[in-house]
C-alpha cells in the first residue's frame, strides 16, 4: 500500500446528490455543505465553476470531472458569470439533495449532474487536501460515453442500493480524477506523489505506510530499497525535504492523533501499534509534533465533536449519514 491508497482509503462520498431538471439560461447551483471536497460530473450539458479563490469561471463540459476544494461555498452555473443574485442561486447540500426530475416534453435544455461531497476527516488525508488547487479540471482520455450511460440509468431507476451504487461510484471517480490529475505534465504533485515512482525513495514508503509499527531503522528501509543507508538518505531528503525517519515519525503522530479521535484505544496500546516500545517515549513523540499530550488532543477532538453535534444536530428521526455510509 502506497500514501496515496492510505490517504484515500477512508475517503468516502457521504450522499451523491443528482438532478435531471430543465434547466434556464440563468440556472445557478450553490454548493453550500462546506465539504473540503466535492465532485462534478456533468453527464449532459455543460457548466461553469465560480469559485471564490479563481479569477474566472471555468467551463466544464461533458466527458470531464472536476474537483473542488472547500470548504468555501461555490456556484455552478449555466452562464460564465462572477456575480448573482440571492434569487438566481439554488442551495445544494449533498447530503440532503436529491433531484431526479424526470425531462419535460418538448424542452430542449436540460442539465444532467452527478456531484458528491466528501466531508474528510482526520489529519491523514490532509496530505491529499494540501496538494489539491482550489479547482481542477481533468479531461477524459478515454472512451466512457458507456460508464455514462450507466450512470444516467442509475439515477433514473429506483432498485434497491441505488444510492450506495451512486456513492461508490463517485468514490472511484473521485480517486481516479486526482491521480490523472498528478499525472498531468506540470501539475504540482506532492512530494510523496512523485517520490513513489522513484526507484530508491518509493519502496521505503511504501513499508513505512505498509507497516507504520514496524520498528524501522535506516538500516532496514535501506535494505527494503536495495541500497545503501548513505544513499537512501541523501535521494530521501532530495524528494520529501526530510530524513526517512524523520518522515517515519511524523507519518505515525499523524495516525496517532486520527486514533486519538476514532477510537478509544489506550495511549500505551496506540504506542505498541505505532511502534514505540512504551508510552513515555510515544507520548514525548507526539507533544514534540502536535504541541499537546496524547491525553490532551483527546480531550480537546472530543470537545469539538460535541460542539459540532450540539450546532448541527441530524433532523428529528434521521440517522447521521456517515453513519449509514461505513
Not at 445557478?28 to 462534478?40: Q, S, V
Not at 499530550?293 to 433532523?315: F, G, M, N, W, Y
Amino acid at each position: 500500500m502506497d500514501p496515496f491508497d492510505t490517504l484515500l482509503r477512508d475517503v468516502r462520498a457521504e450522499g451523491a446528490a443528482f438532478g435531471r431538471s430543465v434547466l434556464s439560461p440563468s440556472w445557478a447551483l450553490r454548493f453550500t455543505d462546506g465539504a473540503p471536497l466535492t465532485l462534478c460530473v456533468p453527464l449532459r450539458g455543460e457548466a461553469w465553476i465560480v469559485h471564490p479563490e479563481r479569477d474566472e469561471p471555468l467551463l466544464v463540459r461533458v466527458g470531464e470531472a472536476v474537483v473542488v476544494r472547500g470548504p468555501e461555498p461555490f456556484v455552478l452555473s449555466a452562464e460564465p458569470r462572477s456575480t448573482f443574485r440571492p434569487d438566481e442561486l439554488r442551495d445544494v447540500d449533498c447530503r440532503q439533495s436529491s433531484d431526479s426530475r424526470p425531462p419535460v416534453p418538448g424542452t430542449a435544455e436540460q442539465m444532467l449532474l452527478l456531484a458528491g461531497a466528501y466531508h474528510v476527516r482526520g489529519q491523514a488525508p490532509q496530505r491529499l487536501l494540501g496538494g489539491l488547487p482550489p479547482v481542477l479540471v481533468v479531461p477524459d482520455d478515454h472512451d466512457c460515453s458507456s460508464l455514462r450511460d450507466y450512470l444516467d440509468f442509475q439515477l433514473g431507476g429506483v432498485r434497491p442500493g441505488r444510492q450506495v451504487v451512486l456513492d461508490r461510484l463517485l468514490d472511484w471517480l473521485l480517486v481516479c480524477t486526482i491521480r490523472d490529475w498528478f499525472d498531468q505534465p506540470g501539475a504540482e504533485a506532492p512530494r510523496w506523489y512523485r517520490a513513489l515512482g522513484d526507484d530508491t525513495v518509493g519502496p521505503a514508503l511504501r513499508a513505512m505506510h505498509d507497516s507504520p509499527g514496524e520498528p524501522w531503522t535506516l538500516a532496514s528501509l535501506a535494505a527494503r530499497a536495495g541500497v545503501s543507508r548513505t544513499t537512501l538518505a541523501k535521494r530521501f531528503t532530495e524528494l520529501m525535504g526530510e530524513p526517512p525517519l524523520t518522515y517515519l515519525t511524523d507519518w505515525r503522530m499523524t495516525l496517532a492523533a486520527d486514533m486519538l479521535t476514532d477510537t478509544t484505544a489506550t495511549v500505551a496500546a496506540m504506542a505498541r501499534q505505532l511502534g514505540y516500545s512504551d508510552a513515555f517515549g510515544f507520548s514525548t513523540a507526539f507533544k514534540r509534533v502536535h504541541g499537546v499530550s496524547p491525553r490532551e488532543h483527546r480531550k480537546l477532538t472530543q470537545s469539538e465533536r460535541q460542539v459540532a453535534v450540539t450546532i448541527d444536530p441530524p433532523p428529528v428521526g434521521q440517522v447521521p449519514r456517515q453513519t449509514l455510509s461505513r
